[in-house]
């Protein structure tokens, strides 16, 4: 068993699943992947992250959607809403999540929130 710190990430963009995996290995941590919401909901029960960053717009089940289940299942798992729309933050719905980040190609303010989150005790 590791003492990594987990991070998933869900998003249906190849690209940026890869990128965000890559970074977030890069920082240390042990990362799962996942390209839509029904993915995540089944390895979210079994790997148990330690914090998940989750896209909004998805074909199928919504980050919002998601980020309801996981809040549901397990109330204090930080969750960093990332999406390309900053319009979403006006939604109430993403006001559960930890964090909203837009995205960028600069991953720096994502990997700062995701440390913050992560190392609050």
């Not at 717009?57 to 289940?69: F, I, Q, T």
Request: charged share 35%.
């Amino acid at each position: 068993m590791s003492d990594k710190k987990k991070i998933m990430i869900v998003d249906d963009e190849d690209a940026i699943r890869l990128l965000y995996q890559e970074e977030f290995e890069d920082e240390g941590y042990e990362v799962i992947a996942c390209k839509d919401g029904e993915e995540a909901l089944e390895k979210f029960q079994k790997e148990k992250p330690d914090l998940v960053v989750l896209d909004i717009a998805m074909p199928g089940m919504s980050g919002l959607d998601v980020l309801g289940k996981i809040k549901e299942s397990s109330p204090n798992t930080p969750v960093i809403m990332s999406t390309a729309y900053s319009h979403y933050k006006q939604d109430f719905y993403t006001w559960v999540a930890d964090a909203y980040i837009v995205k960028s190609p600069d991953l720096s303010q994502l990997k700062e929130k995701a440390d913050e989150l992560l190392n609050k005790e």
